[in-house]
């Protein structure tokens, strides 16, 4: 799954610890989340949504397989 945390986070200027902190994580979390190595549950992916005014679906996209 790709994402766009890193690039909403530096566009809000905000460091990995400022949004862990807003969102009630660790920055390892969010290290993690950006990094592809962690899937965020929903509540969280919400809260990123909220808190970036955008959708889940404009943070988050399922790599395609391709056949």
């Known amino acids: 799954m790709r994402n766009r945390v890193r690039e909403l986070r530096r566009k809000a200027g905000m460091t990995q610890s400022d949004l862990g902190g807003a969102l009630g994580v660790s920055r390892q979390t969010i290290n993690s989340i950006e990094a ?10 919400l809260g990123m949504a909220r808190l970036f005014g955008t959708g889940v679906e404009e943070i988050f996209e399922m790599e395609r397989e391709d056949s």
């Not at 592809?36 to 992916?45: D, E, H, V």
């Open 36 to 45: 592809g190595r962690y899937l965020p549950s929903l509540p969280l992916a």
